[in-house]
């Protein structure tokens, strides 16, 4: 099955700064995703993005599905921002269905 | 209610219980999937219903059985579980054109199981 890797596994930042994380994929993907899970576990939809740039307030990614990666760019940090940032890829299951696939995630801790 | 709901969000329960575990979506969508989250693994699938039907179940043991009676209810009953089987079971859904193909998927706030 695909293979998704993320990286920096943890980030520490200063409120303010600029930060980008990176997320790789073995194979072709027709579909990916970013999440953001809060403390409390709720995993919050950032982004739906199997190819090009998108961008949302402080945040924008981009997929280079050519090149099987992705990126999330988080600019002007605030406290609020911190967690654990998913990206993940669909790929087929046995049953012909498609499932997500997720990374282990970077641990962004943002300090006052 | 909006979006996709969980209940219970805690659970503790013994290894002889029986419980189950009870996911809503309002967003209608037409298929929705069961999520394990535990402390040393990523996030991985265990069940998905399409358009009502069990379309993959992803070597789950027997002790969960999920069941999808309507296309916004989801229920994962538990029974005789392991002490490590304790993890966050997130619920999600998403619309699809057909049983095999995915689009964008929404998560509910998870069910935090602990079992003694």
């Known amino acids: 099955g695909i293979q998704v890797e993320q990286s920096p596994p943890d980030l520490i930042l200063q409120e303010g700064a600029n930060s980008t994380l990176r997320c790789n994929f073995s194979d072709s993907v027709n579909n990916l995703q970013w999440f953001h899970q809060n403390p409390w576990g709720q995993l919050i939809n950032l982004f739906y993005i199997p190819s090009g740039t998108k961008q949302n307030g402080r945040l924008s990614a981009t997929t280079v599905a050519t090149e099987r990666y992705s990126l999330l760019y988080i600019s002007s940090s605030q406290t609020t921002d911190s967690g654990v940032y998913f990206c993940?890829?669909?790929?087929?299951?046995?049953?012909?269905?498609?499932?997500?696939?997720f990374g282990k995630g970077t641990k962004l801790t943002v300090n006052p | 209610e909006t979006g996709v709901t969980q209940t219970p969000r805690h659970l503790v329960m013994g290894m002889t219980n029986k419980k189950s575990l009870k996911c809503e979506q309002h967003l209608g969508h037409n298929a929705m999937y069961w999520y394990k989250q535990s402390a040393k693994k990523p996030l991985e699938l265990m069940f998905v219903y399409s358009l009502e039907e069990r379309v993959e179940n992803n070597s789950v043991p027997s002790r969960f059985s999920p069941e999808c009676p309507n296309s916004s209810h989801l229920f994962l009953h538990l029974h005789t579980l392991q002490p490590e089987d304790s993890a966050l079971y997130l619920c999600?859904?998403?619309?699809?054109?057909?049983?095999?193909?995915?689009?964008?998927?929404?998560f509910g706030p998870g069910t935090r199981l602990t079992v003694l």
């Open positions: 999600a859904s998403s619309q699809v054109p057909s049983s095999f193909s995915y689009n964008e998927q929404f």
């Open positions: 993940a890829v669909g790929d087929l299951t046995q049953g012909g269905s498609e499932k997500l696939v």
